[in-house]
């Protein structure tokens, strides 16, 4: 995996991919499915909604630090059953062949099998809503991952892969930020 | 245009579409193109980020209502036009070829162009980090849309459109809400 600037993180959350956030909670690994996520800001800030209903939850409350990985199409079926139990009693990495590795910043693990992971701290939790502000660290971005296809949730059970590409830099130009 | 269950909405804010925000000051109709939006719950509530730098947020603070108004592939172009100038000096409805429509509840238009409007009242404004907390209180498809593909930002001004679909039900199955 090749570190990538973190100004450049944003781009692998804006299109709503689904993704998957590892936790450590100071004894175990963990893992979760979400597609409730979005960006805050340009410079590697994003929002997740979750809270005590998932098993998460606790590790992040109690350690403030996350990794945001981002599978893309060629592990969809496993990042969708690592979101179809609980770490309470499973531990969804030996399940489902998701691989922990070790983070450079954070002790949650980065995922081998994704195609970017963005190493988070929780910068706050706004607890009337559910919302964990989040603040990347460190991205790391696997270049030799075949498929670079994102995929979302409809949230009935489908999903739809990235297709056709649209190129409307042009047109975009002057909202883009610099360098991107 | 049929009116559609509220509790389905989030099933097109889940897959993280580009999505048009319509407003009405009081005394003219804009609209703003975002990506910055997420799910809060499976009831129709929602997450918008956004702040004074854009024209609409005025209008939001203020009438507390707007429009979450999801484009498909077909008019993926304007709906990039509309989010390239501001509604301080520009009439993006009548410029980039887009049909205000009168909606039920709120006093924000619907959009002719799009495949699905959702009519929202703004529940709560997060000002420590600029998340408007949307409520949605009626839900409008349009099925004749031929094209029923969204389309996703990547942030550097190319767009992906939804291609091949997966289907996970199976897997999903004790995690699906009741009806969808």
Known sequence: MQKLPLEKA??????????????????????????????????????????????????????????????????????????SCSGSDTDKFKKFGLTPLKAEIVRAPLIKECFVNIECKVEDYVKKHGIFVLQGVNVWINNKNKDKRLFHAVGNGTFTVDGKKLNYRKIMQSKLPAGI
Chains 1, 2 share one sequence.
Request: aromatic residues 10%; glycine residues 6%; contains cysteine.
């Open 10 to 83: 944003f781009l692998y959350v804006e299109p709503g991919p689904v993704v998957l956030i590892t936790t450590f909670d100071g004894k175990k690994n963990n893992v979760m499915t979400i597609s409730w996520t979005m960006v805050k800001d340009f410079d590697a800030q994003f929002c997740l909604l979750t809270g005590p209903w998932n098993h998460s939850y606790q590790a992040l409350v109690k350690t403030k630090e996350c990794v945001m990985a981002i599978p893309a199409a060629d592990i969809a079926r496993k990042t969708v059953q690592a979101g």
